[in-house]
């Protein structure tokens, strides 16, 4: 499992829109808050496993309908309560990027410089192993490019205002590793019980290491949630346990947890334009949408290399209808079958690719051009899927440089088409 989302906002309205299968008016259309609202917590009920934290942004999977039945929530319906929660969070604590009154920097034992020393650290591991990603943040603010990146190393442990995006993405470098790195398998779960208890640490100012002071830093002067970061561990407990997925709706909750999230961590980092007329839980949605996509996408891309490690991340009961097992996985054959399969997959991923595209605009002026970027680059991935005809149990997609090098121009074209008036979100 991959993590990989670059995705940084920073709201600026919230709908009132609360209730939980309640319809909430964007513009001149009805947005239906069932089709996306989503989380997570029957994940843990199942496991019997006392709870270690309150997982506040999240309600029970079943909801009293108005004849007082109980019906089941879908995760894309529970992910989206903590979309609107972290919304709700972002506008009482921060209208806009640009009022933000910097916080002093977290001390560190010893030297304060060793916190610029930190950040640079955070900057080195996001340029070795996420190019693309890194690629992107270059084209940002240095503040901004900061934060993200502190996440990324800390989040993927393989693992983002100037430089805070690079802190917040080292961390979720960091907690991917704990699951996917060399030694991931002498991981236990009290071994993220214990990783967890360290976020709590970060987010109360006490860092244990440099990386750890760079995240920090960066929570102390954006009003970042911890919510998401939480999640993220959850969803490495899920490659703890889990290894096959029986339908979409357990695909999509593992792609919150572990991509998801991304776009809700950076969404207090970057801005939102002041001419916007989205709503902030309309462009939380978009950055949902691109973490989302993105796993998707990697799940495709990588569907060998899952296999070799014993992992199918495809929904169990879709290979079923297209006469396709677990064993034609492992086989790693090419057919007819496996063909219309990964067309099908393609193109759900690439309706998470639009969804997400009609948020971009709406980001402040500075930020559209790197989002955009990584957009289109991550997008092109499926594109070479197809090229391999869907080869992608011994052949890696990847996009070459040259048309990574000639993206760019198109992404900054893209970048100055202004906000539009309103932000739609498909049903």
């Avoid at 790195?181 to 640490?201: C, F, K, M, V, Y």
């Avoid at 920090?216 to 889990?242: A, N």
């Avoid at 990697?298 to 006469?323: C, K, T, W």
């Avoid at 034609?328 to 997959?345: N, P």
Wanted: net charge neutral; aromatic share 10%; glycine share 4%.
């Amino acid at each position: 499992m991959s993590v990989a989302l670059l995705w940084v906002v920073s709201p600026c309205e919230v709908s009132n829109g609360t209730g939980f299968l309640d319809s909430v008016r964007e513009g001149n259309r009805v947005f239906d808050s069932s089709r996306h609202r989503n989380l997570v917590c029957n994940e843990r009920n199942k496991r019997g496993v006392k709870q270690r934290w309150n997982f506040g942004s999240v309600r029970s999977a079943m909801v009293a309908t108005p004849a007082g039945e109980m019906a089941t929530m879908t995760s894309e319906q529970m992910v989206y309560d903590v979309v609107l929660k972290q919304a709700a969070l972002v506008k009482r604590q921060l209208r806009s990027a640009d009022d933000l009154e910097v916080k002093p920097e977290i001390p560190l034992p010893g030297n304060l410089s060793l916190l610029s020393e930190a950040y640079d650290r955070c900057s080195e591991v996001c340029a070795e192993y996420a190019k693309t990603f890194y690629l992107g943040t270059m084209l940002m603010t240095p503040e901004r490019r900061r934060a993200i990146w502190a996440i990324y190393v800390q989040v993927c442990n393989k693992s983002f205002s100037p430089n805070y995006q690079l802190v917040m993405h080292v961390w979720c470098r960091r907690t991917d590793e704990l699951v996917d790195g060399p030694n991931a398998s002498h991981i236990t779960p009290q071994a993220l019980d214990r990783w967890e208890d360290r976020l709590e640490d970060v987010f109360s100012g006490r860092p244990f290491d440099m990386l750890d002071a760079a995240l920090s830093d960066t929570v102390s002067k954006f009003p970042v949630d911890i919510q998401p970061f939480r999640d993220m561990i959850e969803g490495m407990r899920m490659d703890l346990r889990k290894s096959r997925y029986r339908n979409f709706d357990e695909l999509y909750l593992y792609c919150y947890y572990v991509a998801g999230t991304v776009g809700l961590m950076s969404v207090p980092i970057m801005g939102i334009a002041p001419d916007s007329k989205a709503t902030t839980e309309s462009v939380y949605n978009a950055a949902l949408a691109l973490g989302i996509a993105n796993q998707l996408t990697n799940i495709l891309r990588d569907v060998g290399e899952d296999a070799r490690r014993g992992r199918v991340y495809l929904p169990q009961d879709e290979l079923a209808q297209a006469g396709l097992f677990d064993d034609d996985i492992f086989a790693g054959k090419v057919t007819d079958k496996w063909r219309s399969f990964m067309k099908k997959q393609i193109q759900r991923a690439r309706k998470f690719f639009d969804e997400a595209e009609e948020g971009v605009t709406q980001l402040s002026s500075a930020s559209r051009w790197p989002v955009w970027a990584s957009l289109l680059l991550y997008r092109q991935i499926l594109d070479e899927i197809e090229a391999n005809d869907y080869n992608n149990f011994t052949k890696r997609a990847y996009v070459s440089k040259p048309k990574k090098l000639i993206s760019l121009p198109i992404a900054y074209a893209k970048s100055l088409v202004p906000p539009t008036r309103t932000l739609v979100t498909s049903s």
